[in-house]
C-alpha cells in the first residue's frame, strides 16, 4: 500500500491465473492466457481474490471441434493453495455449496470465437455474468 498526500492508494497486483489448476490446463503469457487440452482436469482459478466491483473478462480466442462441453465460471471461498494435484477437483460443482457460488446461465449460452464473458461480483453478494459480442455490446 502506497501513501500519497494523505491518500491511501490500494495497489492490487494484477489478474491472471493461478499456478494451481487442472492438469489438462496449459498456461502462457505470464499465466493470462489458458488452453485446455481435454475435456476434465481443465479448472482454473485467479491469482488473487477478485475484488468487490472489479470487473473480470474473459475472451474466448479459439474454440476446439474436438469435443462438447460448457464453459462455466463461478466464484469460491477456498484458496487454491490448499490443494495438490490430487485434491484439486477435476471440474467445478454444478450446484451452489458453502465454498462454491456457480450461476446458472439464462439460456443455453452462446459461445463463439472472439465472444467476451464478463464477470463482476458486488459486496452484497451479488454476480453478474454477460456475454458479450464485443467490449461494448452485450448479447
Known sequence: MAVNNNY???????????????????????????IRDRLNNNLLFTNRP???????QFLIEELSTDFYG??????????????TQ????????????????????RGTPNIRKNKIIRLKYKA???VSIYLLNSIFEID
Open 8 to 34: 491511501q492508494l490500494s495497489i492490487v497486483e494484477p489478474l491472471s491465473f493461478h499456478r494451481v489448476h487442472g492438469d489438462q490446463i496449459r498456461l502462457s503469457e505470464n499465466n493470462t492466457r489458458a
Open 50 to 56: 477478485i475484488l468487490s466491483n472489479e470487473i473480470v
Open 70 to 83: 460448457l464453459i462455466r465460471i463461478g466464484l469460491t471461498t477456498i484458496d487454491p493453495d490448499s490443494f
Open 86 to 105: 490430487e485434491t484439486l477437483p477435476k471440474s467445478m460443482p454444478t450446484n451452489d455449496t458453502r465454498e462454491w457460488f456457480v450461476p446458472s446461465p
Open 124 to 126: 452484497e453478494g451479488d
